[in-house]
């Protein structure tokens, strides 16, 4: 037998389905081997990783590295640094670009930015531009893994999808096996409110709770829900910040629509009014971080499984970007993707998850829904040698000064964590060894799903 690329050897192996001690043999990039470390071949490279926690490689599906375009916010070098350090292997970028990647040239152009930067994996979604929906054809055979739709207007994209759009995009999209994924608020309803509520002269942090209510996101998950229906399309929630929007989704699913979930940890974690009163503008993201009653109704929901996965929105915008006064004009979002995996880790020691439960929903329900498992988001022969190594009782404190990302903010700043990423292995390689990020090695490749009932 040939001597094996990497060895990882006597960890505690994480998959939704259990935990098993075991060593996993890496060639050419691709799992060859799993078993005891006395049945393994010679290896190049060998890592001890007994007393650490191995996952298959965290995939993060919602970043917006910000490449091309607004490299003062982030760029695929940054942002795939913040994700090694994460221990994040794949990210899934999100369009809002400039150009936004809404057609082959964007794609391209995105392409060419992260071949040459990423040290991570990465797949891009595709965006739509109302009236230019045949775009997605292109674009589906380029390899988005799939599409997203902004049904309110956001960073860099000024016009939302109307209902009109939004069903002749999911007809486009189902009949290229391509899923929908939706920011869903209603951009009318919120810019209406924003004008009421500006125009009381008011500008304080604490309002960007009133002008995008959870009324806003009802509204247009359950559009969502019955776009999807009529044009039988996957369908995906992003970032779903309330109890209420989860009783639309479980009072519409029996309708038969092909609906999965994310949420994000900032709406497990926080409390909107708190965080909003405390850090100011820092805290504002869209949808708002809503109340304690809406994080536990989506404790809950996971616990049921009716939320599939858990996704950073990597919304990185600079210090000086978001320390405003001013509500109105500070940007939505903040960094995630090297705090994701920590916070939900942490939450294990609480006993609100398990690693089971954070391998399903950080790395084989993201790689499944869009597509790209089992070459993603397993540990299986054949899979790619895409892995997270964990110490699970490493304690430290999250400090925006010290994260990768260009955007050095954090709601998350002080906040005492357990459990820490120490290797991170994309194909292979390692791109981040006991919290260095490896600068020089191996860039990071596009992943394209396999597309479902492809036509
Ligand atoms: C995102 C961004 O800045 O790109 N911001 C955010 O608050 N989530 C865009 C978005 O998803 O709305
Ligand atoms: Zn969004």
């Known amino acids: 037998m040939t001597a094996l690329d990497l060895l990882v050897r006597d960890g505690l192996v994480v998959t939704p389905k259990g935990t098993f001690r075991a060593s996993i043999g890496v060639e050419d990039g691709v799992i060859i081997a799993i078993g005891s470390s006395a049945s393994m071949p010679m290896a190049e490279r060998t890592i001890d990783a007994s007393g650490l926690l191995v996952f298959p490689g965290i995939i993060d599906e919602h970043v917006h590295f910000r490449d091309p375009g607004l490299e003062w916010k982030e760029d695929f070098r940054t942002g795939s640094m913040a994700a090694a350090a994460g221990g994040v292997t794949t990210v899934l970028d999100m369009p809002n670009t400039d150009p936004p990647t809404v057609d082959a040239d964007g794609f391209r152009a995105k392409l060419e930015a992260a071949s040459r930067k990423s040290l991570v994996d990465f797949g891009f979604y595709a965006g739509v531009v109302p009236g230019r929906v045949e775009e997605l054809r292109e674009l589906a055979e380029l390899g988005v893994v799939g599409v997203k739709v902004y049904m309110s207007e956001t960073t860099g994209i000024r016009e939302p999808v109307d209902d009109l759009d939004l069903i002749r995009t999911m007809r486009v999209a189902s009949s290229l096996g391509l899923r929908v994924g939706v920011h869903a608020e209603d951009g009318r309803t919120i810019s209406r409110l924003r004008e009421e509520l500006r125009a009381t002269g008011q500008r304080n942090p604490l309002l960007h709770m009133r002008a995008r209510p959870v009324e806003a ?20 929630v992003f970032h779903l910040s309330s109890a209420a929007a989860l009783e639309v989704i479980r009072a519409l699913r029996p309708l038969g629509v092909d609906v999965t979930v994310e949420t994000c940890p900032h ?38 499984g009716e939320v599939d ?129 490896v600068e020089d090695a191996r860039r990071g490749q596009l992943v394209r799903p396999v597309r479902r009932g492809e036509r």
């Open 267 to 304: 709406y497990l974690l926080l409390d909107g009014e708190d965080a909003l009163s405390r850090l100011g503008n820092v805290a504002k993201v869209n949808p708002p971080i809503r109340g304690r009653a809406d994080a536990e109704a989506l404790w809950d929901a996971i616990a049921r």
């Open 309 to 437: 996965a858990i996704g950073s929105d990597h919304a990185p915008h600079l210090p000086h970007e978001k320390m405003v006064d001013d509500v109105w004009s500070a940007p939505s979002g903040f960094p995630g993707v090297e705090t994701m995996l920590p916070l939900m880790l942490t939450e294990v020691h609480k006993g609100r998850l398990s690693y089971e439960k954070i391998a399903a929903l950080l790395s084989e329900n993201p790689a499944r829904i869009w597509g790209l498992y089992p070459r993603k988001g397993s540990i299986t022969i054949g899979s790619d040698g895409d892995l997270t190594l964990v110490d699970p009782d490493a304690e430290w404190v999250i400090r925006a000064d010290r994260l990768h990302s260009k955007s050095k903010v954090t709601p998350f700043e002080g906040l005492r964590v357990r459990g820490k990423p120490v290797y991170t292995v994309v194909r292979g390689e390692v791109v981040m060894e006991r919290g260095e990020v």
């Open 217 to 236: 996101e009802v509204l247009a998950v359950g559009r969502a829900l019955l776009a999807a229906r009529l044009a039988g399309c996957g369908l995906h």
